[in-house]
């Protein structure tokens, strides 16, 4: 395999000249830097990790935290992570923090204090006051996608007004009996932009004189659960609302299967809508608010090496934009197939 040596001989070039033109530290001329990448290329010549930490004084590797991988918006986030480090030449070191385990402990107190990388991507973590002052504590850049954002560059959709685009659609329906579905209210289970939701939720009904109507049933947010939930609180005609809000995409399709399974007709009986756009929604023909979590993970990446290379530059928040797309799932209220039917009379579904 050629080295440094190597690629210098054939540019005509010292090694230290070679050096900075492939790490892109110091100045080198567009013309010298051209012809030692040429001669790099030739050779195949790929700088090492640590040969580059040499010259830069970085490890060339981001380090990503984040719950779980098997939801739909981490696994895009992620991916958008890795397309824009790739593109960097960036490794990428990926971390679980499942909420409160032993994994997520050891990870905080342990294996982030190494330091093994230049900066920290943390993906809908809400940490603890513990966590954050950890997270301080090793003076590394860090970027949030889709949570916390004390003190941090951070990215995500704004929640509050995606949730509240959401509610405030149906009740621009007619709609007055509305759940909401989804999340903990004690918050061991929800993460920070799922509680906005809930913000955005209660602020519509409020300011439509609907506060009494208020209803949150909590569920995880995946899409079984949901169902799960859905079924219990469907069930029952006399208390079963007109509507429902899924905290993120999951949860209501998962709503929608359940209305289905208990042969309600969505939206003849029953409108749903969801926010995320999530790759099921289309299926379902899910009314939503569109977000982009592989844009978002991109653009953390932008934001962290901005701070890279500037760490005296403020912080950031970048709202990216989650429009409604309005499909089959929803449709105006139809008071006579809505209607409480009383008890001992006919349901007709």
């Not at 330091?115 to 954050?132: H, T, Y």
């Not at 007055?176 to 209210?185: C, V, Y």
């Amino acid at each position: 395999m050629a080295g440094i040596a190597d690629v210098a001989r054939a540019a005509g070039v010292s090694k230290s000249t070679a050096s900075r033109a492939l790490t892109g530290s110091g100045y080198v001329s567009t013309a010298t830097r051209a012809r030692v990448r040429d001669a790099a290329a030739a050779l195949g010549y790929v700088p090492t990790t640590s040969a580059v930490s040499l010259v830069t004084g970085r490890t060339q590797t981001v380090g990503v935290v984040m719950p779980s991988l098997d939801r739909w918006f981490f696994a895009q986030v992620l991916e958008g992570i890795q397309d824009a480090l790739r593109e960097r030449r960036y490794d990428l070191a990926l971390y679980g923090a499942p909420p409160d385990s032993p994994a997520r402990r050891e990870m905080f107190e342990h294996i982030l204090a190494r330091k093994r990388f230049d900066g920290l991507i943390a993906v809908g973590i809400e940490p603890s006051a513990r966590e954050l002052e950890r997270l301080v504590a090793f003076g590394r850049p860090v970027v949030a996608v889709g949570g916390y954002d004390v003190g941090t560059n951070a990215v995500s959709i704004d929640d509050q007004a995606a949730a509240r685009i959401a509610t405030d659609h149906l009740i621009g329906l007619g709609h007055r009996d509305i759940a909401f579905l989804g999340g903990d209210p004690d918050g061991h289970r929800t993460s920070f932009g799922d509680g906005r939701r809930q913000d955005g939720y209660r602020s519509a009904m409020r300011d439509a004189g609907l506060e009494a109507s208020v209803r949150h049933v909590q569920s995880e947010a995946t899409m079984p659960d949901g169902y799960r939930v859905a079924v219990e609180l469907l069930g029952d005609r006399r208390t079963r609302p007109t509507a429902i809000v899924g905290v993120c995409d999951e949860v209501a399709v998962g709503a929608i299967i359940a209305a289905r399974r208990l042969g309600l007709r969505v939206p003849e009986r029953l409108s749903v809508i969801g926010i995320d756009d999530h790759a099921y929604a289309e299926m379902f023909s899910l009314t939503t608010l569109q977000q982009r979590p592989h844009q978002q993970g991109r653009a953390a990446v932008q934001l962290l090496m901005w701070q890279l290379d500037d760490p005296a530059a403020p912080t950031r928040r970048l709202y990216e934009s989650s429009p409604l797309v309005v499909r089959n799932s929803t449709a105006a209220l139809n008071d006579d197939a809505s209607a409480i039917v009383g008890v001992g009379a006919r349901d007709t579904r």
